[in-house]
C-alpha cells in the first residue's frame, strides 16, 4: 500500500460528558468505485472492460456519479482512554491510548502538557506538534459482517484477517470556550472528569460519525475515505461546525436521575440473507399507523449531514453482489413524546439493477418489512423479521399478515439491532404503570376515587433503584402534585411514599453526604412548583407533615416514617422555602419596578399557625434526641437554622422572629453542652444571613432582633464550662465582625458605625463579669479582643464616652481589656533581645508571655488584617534561589507544603504536628515561616496603633473632664503607656506614638509629673532610656524626643533634679539589661554598640543645632520643645539645664561602662576595681540610694584587701550622705557644725547634695534608709575601722558625733560604752606617742606609667598609700604582677630603677614603663624650702589629723655628668607632689595633679645633714617623758642618737663633710657665708652631743656604763679630728 496524502484538512469533532475507559474510535477505510483503479466498474456491469463500447463506457461513468458505491476494506480500533484512569485522580492513560498522560489527566497543571510521540513502525518518532498526538495505527483489519461488541473486543483478533497497511492519525485535546463543553477530535484530548467504571462493555452498540469529506488520492486513482466511528458514541443533531455531542449509551444504565432530554431510537441493520446475489441496500423510515400505505413517514430521522433538518427517511450502504448483504450503518430516529400501538419502523429493500440497456442504474424495490415499536422497543438482543412482498394496507394486523406474500417462504431473513435511548419512557414496569394513572387521575379519566392510583403509589417501593434514580425528578413533580392537591387519603399515600422514596436515594448515593446531590439538584433546579399552574405545594406539605408530627407528640404510633422524615427534613424544608420563593416571585413579578428587590411576603395565618406547630414539633425532637447524643438531633438542628435563614429572605422578619424566640424559648439559658453547641450552630447559621445586618427589631423601636439575641447567647457561651464552646462562642463573634468588615454594602462609615454600635452591648457585658473573660484561655482571649477592637475601632466618640461615663472602675476595667490586647498580641521576635546586642535568630523562647496567633491561625483575624498578608516577601537575591511566589514552586506547592500560609497551617494542625508553636514554626517552609512572621508582626502593631488612637480619644476627654476616672493619677492613661513601653512594637507605632505620647504631657503633664506617678515616670523613663539603644536608628531618635519631651514637662511641673534621680536610677536598672561590652577577638573586652549608642542618645538629647531635624524626622512640629503648656506664662525650657542633665548621665554611664570593661581584670587590679567602685559612686551621687550603695560595695573591696583606712573613709562618707539628707530637712540630731565637722575627717563629705536628698526620693527609693539609726550604723562601722587602721585620733572625732545622738535619746547605757570607748582610744593616742620608735600609720610611693598599652593611665604619675609594712620592693613586684598579665607579645613592661625625672617622648615606643618612688608625706606647716633632710621618723608629731595632700622625695644628681661624686659634687633635687584629695581616701591612689621641685647645691645638702642631726638630738633632750611627771628623756632612743653621731665608727658622716668642704681646692669654691655657716653648724653639733653625753651619764645603771666609755671616747677622737679643720672647736667645747 503507498503512502496517501491528504489534500485537505479533514476532522471530525465530538464531545462527551466525561471520558470513559469504554471511549474508543471505530475507523472504517472504504474505496470509491472508480475508473483510475481501487473498485473496478465491473461493479456496474457483468463485461469485462475490455469488451465494453465507448458508449457503454460513458454510460458506466455516468452510473457511478449517480449511484456512488464505497466498497469497505479496513477497520481499526482506537481505544481514547483506558482502565486504568481512576475516578478520582488524573493517572496517566495506558501504551494504548494514545492521549498523553497530561491530557487524560486533569492535574493542577493546567495547559502544561508534555507531548507523547509515538514511534513508528520504522522506527522513526510520529510527528507531535502542540497538544496533539500523532498515532500510528497499524493492526487494521479486513472488513467482514456487522461490527458486534464481541468481534470489537476480540483481544487476538482471531476472526479478523490483518490488512497491510499503517494509518495516521492525530488526536488534539480542545478547550470550548463554555467551559464545561469539551471537544475531541482527530485533533483533540478530553478531560477527565468523574468516571463511573460500572460501564460494561457489554451495554455498548456501536454507531457512525461521518467524517467530512475525503482524505486524498491514492496512486491507482482510487479514492480514500476514512469514517470514525466511536463505539460507545452516537452523533446528535446539535452539530455546531461539525461537531457531535457523544452520547454515552453507559447513561442509560447510570444510577442517577436523566437531567438531559433524549428520546431516540438507534437503528442497525445488520444482515439480509438472499437465495441469490443481488446489490441490496435499505431505506429506513418512522410510520404513524398502516392505514393508508401511499401517506408520508413522518419527519423523525437525523440527517447525516450536518446543519439538515429530521428527513423523512434514510438509506443504507450498497452492498454489492452480495448473498447475504452486511450493513455497517446506524440509523438514528427521533421518537415521538406520546407513542400508539401502531407507531412503527417500516424498511424497504432496493435492489440497484444495472442493466446495460437502461440510462441509469435504478432501484427496485424487492421487498417490505415492519416493526411495531411497542413490541420491539425494549429488546436488547438481534431480532429478525421477514421480508413481505409488497405493502398492503392495514399490514400490521395478524389478519392481514396472514394473506401476505412472503420472500424466501417466509422465513426471517431481515436481522437488526435497536437500542432505545429515552428519558421519557420509562422501562421499569411499575413506574410506567405510576405514570398512567396519575395521568388518568390528572385528566380525570378514571373513577374519582384513586384507588388505582394509591396502588401505584404504594407499589413504588418496590421500584428498583436503577430506574428509581433515573425518573426520580418527574416522580418527585408528581408526588408533590397529589401532596399539594390531592385529597387527604392521597396526600398522606403520596408523602409517604415520596419519604420513602427519599431515604432510598440517601441511601444508594455514594458520596454520603448529608444531602444527596441529585436530591440538592432537585430543589434547586428540577422542582419549580408547576410553573404557577397548580397553587403552591408549601401549604399541604406543611399540613401532611404536621399533621403527622402532631400525631407523633399526641403519642400516637407513627411508624419507622417519622424517623425517616426527620433525617430527610432538610429536603421537605428546603421545598417548603422553595415554593414559598416561587409564589413570591410570581407574586411580585409584574409591578415591581426594575431594580427593587422582592418585598417580604407575608404568610397567611393558618398556613403559618401550622408551619410554627411543626416548628415547634421539630424542635422538641431535637431537644430529646441531644440528650440521647443521636447525631440526627445535630443535623436536624441546622435544618432548621437554614429554614430560619431562608425565610428571612422570603416572609416578613416578624413572622421568622417567632420560629427563633420558640427556639431560644426552649433552649434558654445556660443549658447541656450539648444542646447549646445546637443553640451556637443554630445562631451561628442565622446570623451568616446577609441582610443580618439590617434586620428590623421584633418592635418598630427596638434594634435588630438577631443581633441582640447573638450578643447574649455569646456572652453565656464564654461562661460555659466546656471549653470547644466557649472557642466557637468566640470564633462566630470574629468570623461575623470580619464579614461586616469586608462586605462591600456596608463600607460606608455610618455603615460601620451601626455595625459597632449593634455590637456595642457586647463590650459592656464583658466589663460587667470581667472574671469571665478572664478564665477563657489565650487563643479566645484573643479572638474576644480581636472583636472588642474590631467594635471599638468603627465606633464614633460619643458612645465611647458613654462607657467612659459611666464609673471609675468601669473605666478602669475598660483600660484592663485594652492592656490584654497589648499582651497578647505582643509580637515576640525569635530570639528578641535589641538590647543583647545577639542577632541571631536563636529558638524562640517559649515564654509564658509569648503569645502564638498559630495556637490557631484565626481566619478571621487573618482576614481583619489580611493586608497583612498582601505584603508579599522577598528573600535577599529571590530570583536566584529560585523562590518566586508567583511561579508555583513545586518545593513549595507539593501535597506536602501548601502554597498559601492557611492550608499549610490547618495542614499542621490537622496532622497534629503543631504540638507547641515552636514545632509548628518549624514545621513551615522557610518562606511560609517568614510570611507567618510578617503577618503576626502586622496583627500586633495594628493592633497597638488601635489602641492607642482610644487612648488619644480618652487623654483629650479626660482634659476636658466630661468622663468618670481618676484625675488625682489618672491611672488608665498610665498603665496603658507603661504597657506601650513594656512590649515589644513595630516602628509603625513608634511613628505613630511619640506625637501622641507629647500631646498627653502637654494635657496632663501636671498630674503625670506628680510625685503619685513616681513609679510611672520611672518605667518611661527606663522604656526610653532602652529604646535610645535601639540599633534601629528611627526608633533611637524617636527615644531621644521622648526623653525631651520628659525633661520639658519636668523643667514646668517638677524640679529637674528629682527629674535627674529619676533617670539615674533608671539608667541604673538599664544597666543591668543592657549588654554594653563584647568580648574582641583578643579575650579582652571593648564597650558595644548598645553602650556607644546610649552615649550617642543622652548626647543628642541636650544637642541644640540638631534639635530641629530631629523633631522634623519624628513627625513633630519644630517649636515642640518650646510651646508653653496652659496656666503658663513664661518660657521655661533650657538647653543648659539638659545639657546638665545629659552630662550627668553620660557620667553614670561612662563609669557603668568603665566598671563593666573590667569585668576580667577586677580580681587581679584591686586598685582599678576600687577606682571603678568610686567612678560610680560618685556618677549616681544624684540618688542617695545608689550612692550609698556603690560606696557600700567600695567599703567591702578596701576591707577585703585589708585597707582598713579606706573602708573606713567609705563609712564616713556614707555617714556623711545620710547625715546631709537628714540636716537638709531638720530632721533629727545634727546640725551643719556636725556635717563639717564630718568632713574634716573625710573631704568628700560636701554641702552639694543637701537639697537633692529630698528630691531623689522616688518610688522604691529614698526616705527609708536615709534615718539617724542608720547613720549611727555607719559611724561605729567606720570607728570600727579607724582603729583597726591605728588611726585613734579619728575614731576620736567620730565618737563626738555619735554622743549627741544618745544623748537626745537618753540612752544612758550606750553614752557610758561611748565614753569608754573614748578613754580607750585617748589612751591608745597617747601611747602611740609615748613610743620611741614614732608611729607611721602607712607608706606612700609615687608610681609613673608611661605606654599606650596602660590606656588611661598613660603619662600619668598617682601617689599610692599602702599598708606601713609594704617596702618598696614589694610594691614594685605587685604592680609588675598586675601589669604584666595586661602586656601581650609586642609590649614589654620595664620598671625605671631610680627616680629621675622621665621624658615620656625619650622612652623606646611600644614598651611600657612603670617608676616607683617612696614618697614621704608633708605636714601642713612645714616649711619644704629647708635644706634639712627629712628624717620623718626622728620628728615626733602631736596628736594631730593625719590628713596628707602633699608629698616629698629628694633625688641626689651631679651636674658633671657621673652618676656618682664626692660629697663635693653632690646635689639634691627636692620634688613635691599635690594630689586630687588627700589621704586617707577612698581610694587607695590620687592623681597627682602638681609636682613642683627645687635644687640644693653639695655645700646646702652638707649643712642640711648635720642640722639635721642636731636638731634630731636636740629634741630627744626636750621632750617630755609622759609618765610619773618625770621629764628624763627617753634613754633607748638617746642612745640610738648618739649612737649614730659619734661612735667611732660612724664619725665618718661628720667627718667626711670637713674633708669635702674645707680642706683643699673645695675650700676656695665656697662663699664666705657658706664656709661660716658650715662651722657654725659643726660647732653647735658638736655642743649638743656633749650635753647629750651629759644627759646619757646621769641615766644610765651598771651595765651601760661600758657603752657610755665607748660615747666618750668616740667624742673625743671626732673632736680632735675636727680640729685639725676647725681649730677653734677646741675653745669652743
Known sequence: MQDAKPSSENRGVFYLDAPSASVCLLIQLEKTATEEGGVTTSVYSRKEPVHLTEREKQKLQVWSRIMPYRESFAWAVVPLFDNSITTNTGESASPSSPLAPSMTASSSHDGVFEPMAKITSDGKQGSSGGSSVVVEISNLNKVKENYSEESIQDPKRKVHKPVKGVLRLEIEKHRNGHGDVEDLSENGSIRNESLDLTDRLGDLTLMKCPSSGSVGPHSSGSKWNTEDVSKNLTSSSGNVDNCYYAFDFCSTTRNEPFLHLFHCLYVYPVAVTLSRKRNPFIRVELRKDDTDVRKQPLEAIYPREPGVSLQKWAHTQVAVGARAASYHDEIKVSLPATWTPSHHLLFTFFHVDLQTKLEAPRP?????????????????????????????????????????????????????????????????????????????????????????LLQAINSLKHVDSTALLQFLYPILNMLLHLIGNGGETLQVAAFRAMVDILTRVQQVSFDDADRNRFLVTYVDYSFDDFGGNQPPVYPGLSTVWGSLARSKAKGYRVGPVYD??????????????????????????????????VPPMQLKESVFRCIMQLFDCLLTEVHERCKKGLSLAKRLNSSLAFFCYDLLYIIEPCQVYELVSLYMDKFSGVCQSILHECKLTFLQIISDHDLFVEMPGRDPSDRNYLSSILIQELFLSLDHDELPLRAKGARILVILLCKHDFDARYQKAE????????????????????????????????????????????????????????????????????????????????????LGGNNSRGPVSEGTGSPKYSDRLSPAINNYLSEASRQEVRLEGTPDNGYLWQRVNSQLASPSQPYSLR?????????????????????????????????EENVSATVSLQVLEITEKFSSMAASHNIATDYGKLDCITTILTSFFSRNQSLAFWKAFFPIFNRIFDLHGATLMARENDRFLKQIAFHLLRLAVYRNDSVRKRAVIGLQILVKSSLYFMQTARLRALLTITLSELMSDVQVTHMKTDNTLEESGEARRLQLSLSEMADEAKSVTLLRECGLPDDTLLVIPEKFTENRWSWTEVKQLSDSLVLALDASLGHALLGSVMAMDRYAAAESFYKLGMAFAPVPDLHIMWLLHLCDAHQEMQSWAEAAQCAVAVAGVIMQALVARNDGVWSKDHVSALRKICP?????????????????????????????????????????????????SILELVIPVYKSRKAYGQLAKCHTLLTNIYESILDQESNPIPFIDATYYRVGFYGEKFGKLDRKEYVYREPRD?????????????????????????????????????????????????????MEDEDLGSRRERIFSLSTGSVRARVFDRFLFDTPFTKNGKTQGGLEDQWKRRTVLQTEGSFPALVNRLLVTKSESLEFSPVENAIGMIETRTTALRNELEEPRSSDGDHLPRLQSLQRILQGSVAVQVNSGVLSVCTAFLSGEPATRLRSQELQQLIAALLEFMAVCKRAIRVHF???????????????????????????????????L
Open 751 to 834: 455603615d460601620k458605625l451601626y455595625i459597632a454600635q449593634l455590637y456595642f452591648p457586647f463590650v459592656g457585658q464583658i466589663l460587667d463579669e470581667m472574671p469571665v473573660f478572664y478564665n477563657l484561655n489565650a487563643t479566645e482571649k484573643r479572638e474576644v479582643l480581636i472583636g472588642v477592637l474590631q467594635i471599638v475601632r468603627n465606633l464614633d466618640d460619643t458612645s465611647l464616652v458613654k462607657a467612659w461615663q459611666q464609673s471609675i472602675a468601669r473605666t478602669r476595667l475598660y483600660f484592663k481589656l485594652m492592656e490584654e490586647c497589648l499582651i497578647l498580641f505582643e509580637h515576640k521576635k525569635a530570639a528578641d533581645s535589641i
Open 1366 to 1418: 609594704v617596702r618598696l620592693g614589694d610594691i614594685m613586684e605587685k604592680l609588675s604582677h598586675i601589669y604584666e598579665s595586661r602586656m601581650d607579645s609586642n609590649h614589654i613592661l620595664h620598671i625605671i630603677p631610680d627616680s629621675r625625672q622621665v621624658k615620656a617622648e625619650e622612652l623606646q615606643a611600644g614598651a611600657c614603663y612603670l617608676q616607683i618612688t617612696a614618697v614621704d608625706a608633708v
Open 1244 to 1292: 568628700m563629705v560636701s554641702g552639694e547634695f543637701t537639697t537633692e536628698a529630698s528630691a531623689a526620693e522616688v518610688e522604691g527609693y529614698g526616705a527609708s534608709k536615709l534615718t539617724v539609726d542608720s547613720a549611727v550604723k555607719y559611724l561605729q562601722l567606720a570607728n570600727k575601722l579607724f582603729s583597726q587602721a591605728e588611726l585613734y585620733h579619728f575614731c576620736a
Open 903 to 935: 492550608e499549610a497551617l490547618a495542614q499542621a494542625q490537622s496532622s497534629r504536628i503543631g504540638a507547641s508553636a515552636q514545632a509548628l514554626r518549624e514545621s513551615l517552609h522557610p518562606i511560609l515561616r517568614q510570611k507567618l512572621e510578617l503577618w
Open 1594 to 1628: 646621769r641615766l644610765i645603771g651598771e651595765e651601760d656604763q661600758e657603752f657610755h666609755t665607748q660615747l666618750v671616747n668616740g667624742f673625743q677622737s671626732l673632736t680632735a679630728e675636727l680640729s685639725h679643720y676647725i681649730p677653734a672647736i677646741l675653745s669652743e
Open 364 to 452: 427496485v424495490v424487492i421487498g417490505y418489512a415492519s416493526l411495531p415499536l411497542s413490541t420491539y422497543i425494549h429488546s436488547r438482543s438481534d431480532i429478525s423479521l421477514p421480508v413481505m412482498r409488497e405493502l398492503v394496507p392495514h399490514y400490521l394486523q395478524e389478519t392481514t399478515k396472514e394473506r401476505l406474500d412472503y420472500l424466501e417462504d417466509g422465513k426471517s431473513i431481515f436481522k437488526l439491532r435497536l437500542r432505545l435511548c429515552s428519558s421519557l419512557y420509562p422501562t421499569n414496569e411499575r413506574v410506567r404503570d405510576f405514570c398512567l394513572e396519575y395521568d388518568r387521575h390528572t385528566l380525570r379519566t378514571s373513577p374519582p376515587w384513586g384507588s388505582e
Open 564 to 597: 425517616d422524615v426527620l433525617s430527610m427534613a432538610w429536603f421537605f424544608l428546603e421545598l417548603i422555602v422553595k415554593s414559598m420563593a416561587l409564589e413570591q416571585a410570581r407574586l411580585f413579578d409584574h409591578n415591581l419596578p426594575s431594580g427593587e428587590d
